[in-house]
Protein backbone atom coordinates (compact mmCIF):
# COMPACT_ATOMS: atom_id res chain seq x y z
CA UNK A 1 0.00 0.00 0.00
CA UNK A 2 0.99 3.70 -0.64
CA UNK A 3 1.28 5.78 2.56
CA UNK A 4 -1.22 8.73 0.64
CA UNK A 5 -3.74 9.84 3.53
CA UNK A 6 -2.62 6.96 6.12
CA UNK A 7 -2.93 8.04 9.38
CA UNK A 8 -4.53 11.63 8.72
CA UNK A 9 -5.57 12.85 12.49
CA UNK A 10 -5.71 9.20 13.58
CA UNK A 11 -8.21 7.70 10.56
CA UNK A 12 -6.41 4.84 9.72
CA UNK A 13 -8.53 2.12 10.37
CA UNK A 14 -12.31 2.25 8.56
CA UNK A 15 -15.45 -0.29 8.60
CA UNK A 16 -17.70 -0.25 6.08
CA UNK A 17 -21.21 -1.75 7.05
CA UNK A 18 -23.24 -3.12 4.54
CA UNK A 19 -26.36 -2.51 6.77
CA UNK A 20 -28.99 -5.13 4.73
CA UNK A 21 -28.27 -8.69 6.02
CA UNK A 22 -27.20 -10.87 3.12
CA UNK A 23 -24.49 -13.20 2.47
CA UNK A 24 -24.39 -12.09 -1.61
CA UNK A 25 -21.47 -9.00 -2.71
CA UNK A 26 -23.01 -9.24 -6.03
CA UNK A 27 -24.48 -5.65 -5.55
CA UNK A 28 -21.69 -4.09 -3.42
CA UNK A 29 -18.93 -3.54 -6.30
CA UNK A 30 -19.17 -0.18 -5.90
CA UNK A 31 -18.61 -0.62 -2.50
CA UNK A 32 -15.88 -2.85 -2.43
CA UNK A 33 -13.97 -1.13 -5.30
CA UNK A 34 -14.06 2.21 -2.89
CA UNK A 35 -12.66 0.17 0.18
CA UNK A 36 -9.62 -1.21 -2.38
CA UNK A 37 -9.10 2.66 -3.59
CA UNK A 38 -9.08 3.49 0.01
CA UNK A 39 -6.70 0.35 1.29
CA UNK A 40 -4.72 1.71 -1.57
CA UNK A 41 -3.95 4.98 -0.14
CA UNK A 42 -3.22 3.31 3.30
CA UNK A 43 -6.52 3.32 5.37
CA UNK A 44 -7.04 -0.65 6.01
CA UNK A 45 -10.22 -0.55 5.29
CA UNK A 46 -12.57 -4.13 5.91
CA UNK A 47 -16.25 -4.74 4.87
CA UNK A 48 -18.80 -5.76 7.28
CA UNK A 49 -21.95 -7.70 6.79
CA UNK A 50 -24.96 -9.90 8.34
CA UNK A 51 -26.28 -13.31 6.79
CA UNK A 52 -28.52 -15.69 7.88
CA UNK A 53 -26.02 -18.23 8.62
CA UNK A 54 -25.29 -19.65 11.70
CA UNK A 55 -21.45 -18.95 11.97
CA UNK A 56 -19.31 -16.04 11.08
CA UNK A 57 -17.62 -16.01 8.01
CA UNK A 58 -14.36 -14.06 6.06
CA UNK A 59 -13.34 -13.82 2.83
CA UNK A 60 -11.29 -11.39 0.77
CA UNK A 61 -13.30 -9.54 -1.56
CA UNK A 62 -12.11 -9.19 -5.05
CA UNK A 63 -8.75 -10.45 -3.55
CA UNK A 64 -7.96 -7.71 -1.81
CA UNK A 65 -10.87 -6.22 0.91
CA UNK A 66 -11.51 -8.42 3.83
CA UNK A 67 -15.07 -8.71 4.15
CA UNK A 68 -16.51 -10.08 7.65
CA UNK A 69 -20.10 -12.02 7.59
CA UNK A 70 -21.36 -12.17 11.19
CA UNK A 71 -24.93 -14.35 11.82
CA UNK A 72 -28.25 -12.13 12.19
CA UNK A 73 -30.09 -12.15 15.54
CA UNK A 74 -33.12 -13.61 14.69
CA UNK A 75 -32.83 -14.10 10.11
CA UNK A 76 -37.22 -14.16 10.44
CA UNK A 77 -37.38 -10.07 11.38
CA UNK A 78 -37.59 -8.08 8.37
CA UNK A 79 -34.54 -6.43 6.88
CA UNK A 80 -34.61 -3.43 8.45
CA UNK A 81 -35.30 -4.80 12.26
CA UNK A 82 -32.75 -7.02 11.89
CA UNK A 83 -29.06 -7.09 14.50
CA UNK A 84 -26.42 -9.00 15.14
CA UNK A 85 -24.56 -9.02 18.73
CA UNK A 86 -21.47 -11.20 16.51
CA UNK A 87 -21.36 -8.20 13.77
CA UNK A 88 -21.33 -5.67 16.74
CA UNK A 89 -18.39 -7.49 18.68
CA UNK A 90 -16.59 -7.69 14.90
CA UNK A 91 -16.68 -4.18 14.73
CA UNK A 92 -16.12 -3.01 18.07
CA UNK A 93 -12.58 -5.38 18.60
CA UNK A 94 -11.21 -3.80 14.76
CA UNK A 95 -12.02 -0.27 16.68
CA UNK A 96 -12.38 1.83 13.60
CA UNK A 97 -11.33 5.32 13.30
CA UNK A 98 -14.34 5.72 11.22
CA UNK A 99 -17.13 4.23 9.49
CA UNK A 100 -19.28 4.34 6.87
CA UNK A 101 -22.79 2.69 6.96
CA UNK A 102 -24.15 1.95 4.01
CA UNK A 103 -28.25 2.18 3.89
CA UNK A 104 -30.01 4.21 5.96
CA UNK A 105 -33.09 3.64 8.53
CA UNK A 106 -31.35 -0.25 9.73
CA UNK A 107 -31.53 -0.56 13.05
CA UNK A 108 -28.02 -2.21 12.65
CA UNK A 109 -26.59 1.07 12.31
CA UNK A 110 -27.50 2.51 15.53
CA UNK A 111 -27.26 -0.92 17.37
CA UNK A 112 -23.32 -0.90 16.17
CA UNK A 113 -22.39 2.70 16.73
CA UNK A 114 -23.31 2.30 20.50
CA UNK A 115 -20.77 -0.49 20.80
CA UNK A 116 -17.86 2.33 19.06
CA UNK A 117 -16.42 4.96 21.46
CA UNK A 118 -18.16 8.37 20.86
CA UNK A 119 -15.28 10.23 18.47
CA UNK A 120 -16.07 7.63 16.18
CA UNK A 121 -16.53 9.74 12.83
CA UNK A 122 -19.42 8.27 10.97
CA UNK A 123 -20.13 8.18 7.45
CA UNK A 124 -23.87 7.98 5.66
CA UNK A 125 -23.76 6.02 2.22
CA UNK A 126 -27.62 6.24 0.65
CA UNK A 127 -28.99 3.05 -0.77
CA UNK A 128 -32.55 4.34 -1.54
CA UNK A 129 -33.72 5.53 2.14
CA UNK A 130 -32.50 8.77 3.13
CA UNK A 131 -33.64 8.66 7.06
CA UNK A 132 -31.66 7.13 10.06
CA UNK A 133 -30.90 8.40 13.54
CA UNK A 134 -27.06 9.04 13.21
CA UNK A 135 -27.69 11.31 10.49
CA UNK A 136 -26.90 14.39 13.48
CA UNK A 137 -24.00 12.94 14.19
CA UNK A 138 -22.64 12.28 10.78
CA UNK A 139 -19.48 13.75 9.07
CA UNK A 140 -20.21 12.91 5.62
CA UNK A 141 -23.09 11.68 3.16
CA UNK A 142 -22.35 9.82 -0.05
CA UNK A 143 -25.28 10.28 -2.13
CA UNK A 144 -26.19 9.42 -5.41
CA UNK A 145 -26.98 12.93 -7.04
CA UNK A 146 -26.69 16.79 -5.70
CA UNK A 147 -30.16 17.70 -5.57
CA UNK A 148 -30.84 14.35 -3.33
CA UNK A 149 -28.63 15.76 -0.96
CA UNK A 150 -29.48 19.30 -0.89
CA UNK A 151 -32.97 18.24 -0.24
CA UNK A 152 -32.45 15.44 2.27
CA UNK A 153 -29.10 16.11 3.98
CA UNK A 154 -29.10 20.31 4.02
CA UNK A 155 -26.54 21.14 6.72
CA UNK A 156 -24.24 18.45 5.32
CA UNK A 157 -24.65 19.84 1.62
CA UNK A 158 -24.19 23.70 3.05
CA UNK A 159 -21.05 22.67 5.05
CA UNK A 160 -19.60 21.10 1.41
CA UNK A 161 -19.57 17.21 3.53
CA UNK A 162 -21.80 15.71 0.93
CA UNK A 163 -20.01 13.91 -1.99
CA UNK A 164 -21.52 12.25 -5.23
CA UNK A 165 -20.78 8.17 -4.85
CA UNK A 166 -20.83 7.12 -8.23
CA UNK A 167 -22.36 4.36 -9.62
CA UNK A 168 -20.28 1.28 -10.64
CA UNK A 169 -20.73 0.73 -15.01
CA UNK A 170 -19.15 -2.13 -16.80
CA UNK A 171 -18.79 0.53 -19.67
CA UNK A 172 -16.93 -3.15 -21.34
CA UNK A 173 -19.60 -5.24 -20.62
CA UNK A 174 -22.02 -2.55 -21.82
CA UNK A 175 -20.36 -1.67 -24.95
CA UNK A 176 -19.80 1.35 -26.87
CA UNK A 177 -23.26 2.84 -26.09
CA UNK A 178 -24.04 3.82 -29.72
CA UNK A 179 -27.99 4.54 -29.57
CA UNK A 180 -29.76 2.12 -31.99
CA UNK A 181 -31.19 3.44 -35.19
CA UNK A 182 -34.92 3.02 -35.29
CA UNK A 183 -34.98 0.18 -38.00
CA UNK A 184 -32.35 -1.76 -36.21
CA UNK A 185 -34.49 -1.62 -32.73
CA UNK A 186 -36.08 -4.80 -31.58
CA UNK A 187 -38.12 -2.73 -28.95
CA UNK A 188 -39.46 0.83 -28.37
CA UNK A 189 -39.47 1.24 -24.05
CA UNK A 190 -37.41 -0.56 -22.13
CA UNK A 191 -38.07 -0.95 -18.04
CA UNK A 192 -35.90 -2.71 -16.07
CA UNK A 193 -37.35 -3.60 -12.79
CA UNK A 194 -38.44 -6.22 -10.12
CA UNK A 195 -42.19 -7.36 -9.95
CA UNK A 196 -42.02 -7.30 -6.30
CA UNK A 197 -43.45 -4.44 -5.37
CA UNK A 198 -46.29 -2.25 -6.21
CA UNK A 199 -44.17 1.24 -6.11
CA UNK A 200 -42.27 -0.19 -9.31
CA UNK A 201 -45.69 0.50 -10.68
CA UNK A 202 -44.62 -1.05 -14.38
CA UNK A 203 -48.32 -1.13 -15.20
CA UNK A 204 -48.54 2.50 -16.27
CA UNK A 205 -46.31 0.95 -19.65
CA UNK A 206 -49.41 -0.76 -20.79
CA UNK A 207 -51.42 1.71 -22.38
CA UNK A 208 -48.10 2.47 -24.80
CA UNK A 209 -47.77 -1.36 -26.35
CA UNK A 210 -50.73 -0.47 -28.03
CA UNK A 211 -49.08 1.40 -30.49
CA UNK A 212 -45.00 0.70 -29.21
CA UNK A 213 -43.32 -2.33 -28.42
CA UNK A 214 -42.52 -2.39 -24.79
CA UNK A 215 -40.32 -4.41 -23.05
CA UNK A 216 -40.18 -5.32 -19.57
CA UNK A 217 -37.37 -7.13 -17.33
CA UNK A 218 -37.72 -8.77 -14.43
CA UNK A 219 -39.41 -10.55 -12.65
CA UNK A 220 -41.83 -11.09 -8.88
CA UNK A 221 -44.73 -12.29 -7.67
CA UNK A 222 -46.54 -9.23 -9.77
CA UNK A 223 -45.37 -10.19 -12.85
CA UNK A 224 -47.90 -13.99 -13.13
CA UNK A 225 -51.00 -11.34 -12.71
CA UNK A 226 -49.74 -8.81 -15.29
CA UNK A 227 -48.91 -11.88 -17.91
CA UNK A 228 -52.33 -13.49 -17.90
CA UNK A 229 -53.83 -9.96 -18.17
CA UNK A 230 -51.97 -8.87 -21.13
CA UNK A 231 -49.61 -12.06 -22.04
CA UNK A 232 -51.41 -11.97 -25.77
CA UNK A 233 -50.21 -8.38 -27.32
CA UNK A 234 -47.72 -9.19 -29.60
CA UNK A 235 -46.34 -5.47 -28.90
CA UNK A 236 -45.45 -6.42 -25.19
CA UNK A 237 -42.73 -8.62 -24.34
CA UNK A 238 -42.27 -10.15 -20.83
CA UNK A 239 -38.15 -10.66 -20.43
CA UNK A 240 -38.55 -12.23 -17.13
CA UNK A 241 -35.31 -12.21 -14.51
CA UNK A 242 -32.26 -12.08 -16.93
CA UNK A 243 -28.50 -12.24 -16.47
CA UNK A 244 -26.93 -9.21 -16.89
CA UNK A 245 -25.17 -9.80 -20.01
CA UNK A 246 -28.84 -10.67 -21.49
CA UNK A 247 -29.92 -7.11 -19.43
CA UNK A 248 -27.55 -4.69 -21.80
CA UNK A 249 -28.54 -6.76 -24.93
CA UNK A 250 -32.02 -5.97 -24.69
CA UNK A 251 -30.86 -2.22 -23.89
CA UNK A 252 -28.71 -1.89 -26.80
CA UNK A 253 -31.56 -2.83 -29.33
CA UNK A 254 -34.31 -0.82 -28.04
CA UNK A 255 -34.91 3.33 -28.40
CA UNK A 256 -35.48 4.53 -24.80
CA UNK A 257 -35.74 3.60 -21.10
CA UNK A 258 -38.95 4.41 -18.81
CA UNK A 259 -38.70 4.06 -15.25
CA UNK A 260 -41.53 3.73 -14.01
CA UNK A 261 -41.24 3.66 -9.79
CA UNK A 262 -43.00 6.36 -7.64
CA UNK A 263 -40.32 6.26 -5.09
CA UNK A 264 -36.86 5.50 -5.24
CA UNK A 265 -33.02 6.92 -4.89
CA UNK A 266 -31.03 6.53 -8.61
CA UNK A 267 -31.35 2.91 -9.57
CA UNK A 268 -28.25 1.59 -11.20
CA UNK A 269 -30.66 0.11 -14.01
CA UNK A 270 -31.56 4.24 -15.27
CA UNK A 271 -27.52 4.64 -15.24
CA UNK A 272 -26.99 1.57 -16.74
CA UNK A 273 -29.46 2.59 -19.78
CA UNK A 274 -27.83 5.86 -19.74
CA UNK A 275 -24.67 3.96 -20.45
CA UNK A 276 -26.46 1.84 -23.24
CA UNK A 277 -27.31 4.83 -25.60
CA UNK A 278 -30.91 5.19 -24.01
CA UNK A 279 -32.62 8.15 -22.96
CA UNK A 280 -33.84 7.49 -19.94
CA UNK A 281 -37.66 9.55 -18.89
CA UNK A 282 -38.84 8.94 -15.18
CA UNK A 283 -41.03 10.89 -12.51
CA UNK A 284 -39.34 14.00 -11.23
CA UNK A 285 -40.98 13.64 -7.72
CA UNK A 286 -39.19 9.95 -8.02
CA UNK A 287 -36.08 11.12 -8.93
CA UNK A 288 -35.18 14.79 -8.73
CA UNK A 289 -31.85 14.58 -10.48
CA UNK A 290 -29.07 12.22 -11.45
CA UNK A 291 -30.74 12.31 -15.61
CA UNK A 292 -29.18 15.46 -16.74
CA UNK A 293 -30.85 17.85 -19.53
CA UNK A 294 -30.13 16.45 -22.73
CA UNK A 295 -29.73 12.93 -21.95
CA UNK A 296 -33.17 12.09 -20.57
CA UNK A 297 -36.40 14.11 -19.16
CA UNK A 298 -37.66 14.35 -15.27
CA UNK A 299 -41.63 14.42 -15.90
CA UNK A 300 -44.87 14.70 -14.07
CA UNK A 301 -47.03 11.07 -14.23
CA UNK A 302 -49.66 13.52 -16.18
CA UNK A 303 -46.63 14.43 -19.01
CA UNK A 304 -45.58 10.81 -19.27
CA UNK A 305 -47.26 10.12 -22.23
CA UNK A 306 -46.04 13.52 -23.98
CA UNK A 307 -42.37 12.56 -23.13
CA UNK A 308 -42.72 9.35 -24.25
CA UNK A 309 -43.98 10.20 -28.07
CA UNK A 310 -41.97 13.06 -28.56
CA UNK A 311 -38.89 11.54 -27.92
CA UNK A 312 -40.11 8.05 -30.04
CA UNK A 313 -41.33 10.63 -32.30
CA UNK A 314 -38.09 12.42 -33.50
CA UNK A 315 -35.46 9.60 -33.57
CA UNK A 316 -32.94 12.36 -34.32
CA UNK A 317 -33.71 14.10 -30.94
CA UNK A 318 -33.93 10.55 -29.34
CA UNK A 319 -30.09 9.70 -30.98
CA UNK A 320 -29.06 12.97 -29.74
CA UNK A 321 -30.03 12.44 -26.15
CA UNK A 322 -29.02 8.40 -26.45
CA UNK A 323 -25.11 9.68 -27.14
CA UNK A 324 -25.05 12.30 -24.53
CA UNK A 325 -26.95 9.73 -21.63
CA UNK A 326 -23.60 7.90 -23.17
CA UNK A 327 -21.15 10.73 -22.37
CA UNK A 328 -22.52 11.72 -18.66
CA UNK A 329 -21.95 8.08 -17.58
CA UNK A 330 -18.73 7.73 -19.01
CA UNK A 331 -17.64 11.16 -17.10
CA UNK A 332 -19.49 10.94 -13.80
CA UNK A 333 -19.55 6.79 -13.39
CA UNK A 334 -17.82 3.82 -13.23
CA UNK A 335 -14.54 2.19 -11.81
CA UNK A 336 -12.23 5.36 -12.04
CA UNK A 337 -14.77 7.95 -10.57
CA UNK A 338 -15.31 5.54 -7.79
CA UNK A 339 -11.65 5.49 -7.14
CA UNK A 340 -10.98 9.14 -7.50
CA UNK A 341 -13.93 9.52 -4.32
CA UNK A 342 -11.60 7.78 -2.43
CA UNK A 343 -9.68 10.65 -1.54
CA UNK A 344 -12.41 13.03 -0.92
CA UNK A 345 -14.07 10.39 1.90
CA UNK A 346 -11.01 10.01 3.63
CA UNK A 347 -10.08 13.86 4.08
CA UNK A 348 -14.18 14.54 5.07
CA UNK A 349 -13.93 11.82 7.74
CA UNK A 350 -10.49 13.28 8.65
CA UNK A 351 -11.46 16.73 9.41
CA UNK A 352 -12.95 18.46 12.14
Not at 112 to 124: E, F, M, Y
Not at 125 to 136: A, E, T
Not at 291 to 312: D, K
Amino acid sequence: MTSGLSGAKGVQRLAILMSHSSRTMGGARRDIILARALRARGIDARMFRMHPGPETEREMLMDSVPGTFCSSDDPKLPVHRQTSAALRAEIAAFAPDAILYKGLGYDVNADVQSALPSGTRIGLVIGGGVKDPLVPQASLVLGEYPEQMQQHFPELFKAKRALVLPKFIDLTAIGDGRPVPRREALHDIANVGNFGETRKNQGVLLPFAERHRVVLIGAGPLLAPLQKAHGDNPNLTFAGHLPQPKVFEVLRRSRIMVHTSTMDGLPRATVEGMACGLPVIAFQKTISGGIPPGAGLLVSEAGLPHAVELLLADDGMRMRMGRAARRYVERNHGKAAIEACAGEVIRLLSED
